[in-house]
C-alpha cells in the first residue's frame, strides 16, 4: 500500500487532474490551511444537481494537491446529495478505518492514517468541496483557524 500511496501521490501531484479555472463556476470556495501555507481555489459547475465540472489551483502540497486532483475524478458527475457520504468515507479511512470501495483510486491515500498531522491536508479539498456546495466563500482544516 505503501508503494501505491507514493506513486499515486506524486503522479497526481505532478500531474494534477481538473487543474485551473472554470469561466462559468456555479459555485467556488478558497480552501486555506495559514499554518501550513496550503491554499486552494475549487471551482463547480452543478446542473440539475450534478457536478458537471470541477477545477481547482492554487499553492499547495503533495498531498493537497494530489487530494484534489483525486477528488475532481471521481466527482465528476455524481450528484450532490452522493459527497457528504463519500466525504464521510473518506474521513474515516484516513483515520484508519477500511476502505470503502466507493471511493475509487482515493482509497490509496488511507496510508494517511500513519500520519495524523498530514489529515488535514487531504481534507482541505473536501473541505472546499462541501463549503462551495454550501454558498461558503472559505473553509479550513485548521482546528486552531479563526
Same mark, same amino acid.
Given at each position: 500500500? *505503501?508503494?501505491?500511496?507514493?506513486?499515486?501521490?506524486?503522479? %497526481?501531484?505532478? =500531474?494534477?487532474?481538473? %487543474?485551473g =479555472?472554470?469561466?462559468?463556476?456555479?459555485?467556488?470556495?478558497?480552501?486555506? *490551511?495559514?499554518?501550513?501555507?496550503?491554499?486552494?481555489?475549487?471551482?463547480?459547475?452543478?446542473? %440539475?444537481?450534478?457536478? +458537471? $465540472?470541477?477545477r481547482f489551483?492554487? &499553492?499547495?502540497?503533495?498531498i493537497?494537491?494530489?487530494?484534489?486532483? @483525486? @477528488?475532481? &475524478?471521481? +466527482?465528476?458527475?455524481?450528484?450532490?446529495?452522493?459527497?457528504?457520504?463519500?466525504?464521510?468515507?473518506?474521513? &474515516? @479511512?484516513?483515520?484508519?478505518?477500511?476502505?470503502?470501495? =466507493?471511493?475509487?483510486?482515493?482509497?490509496?491515500?488511507?496510508?494517511?492514517?500513519?500520519?495524523?498531522?498530514?489529515?488535514?491536508?487531504?481534507?482541505?479539498?473536501?473541505?472546499?468541496l462541501?463549503?462551495?456546495? =454550501?454558498?461558503?466563500?472559505?473553509?479550513?482544516? &485548521?482546528? $486552531?483557524?479563526?
Amino acid at each position: 500500500m *505503501n508503494t501505491l500511496y507514493r506513486d499515486i501521490v506524486l503522479d %497526481h501531484h505532478r =500531474a494534477p487532474r481538473r %487543474h485551473g =479555472a472554470l469561466a462559468a463556476p456555479s459555485h467556488a470556495c478558497d480552501g486555506v *490551511n495559514a499554518l501550513c501555507g496550503d491554499s486552494l481555489r475549487l471551482e463547480l459547475r452543478v446542473e %440539475h444537481g450534478r457536478i +458537471v $465540472d470541477y477545477r481547482f489551483r492554487g &499553492e499547495c502540497c503533495a498531498i493537497t494537491t494530489a487530494t484534489a486532483s @483525486l @477528488l475532481g &475524478e471521481r +466527482v465528476q458527475g455524481l450528484a450532490v446529495e452522493s459527497i457528504a457520504p463519500l466525504q464521510q468515507a473518506f474521513a &474515516e @479511512l484516513i483515520a484508519g478505518g477500511a476502505a470503502d470501495p =466507493a471511493l475509487g483510486d482515493l482509497a490509496a491515500l488511507a496510508e494517511l492514517a500513519r500520519y495524523p498531522a498530514r489529515r488535514k491536508c487531504a481534507l482541505l479539498p473536501w473541505a472546499a468541496l462541501s463549503g462551495a456546495l =454550501a454558498g461558503a466563500d472559505r473553509t479550513t482544516t &485548521e482546528k $486552531d483557524a479563526s
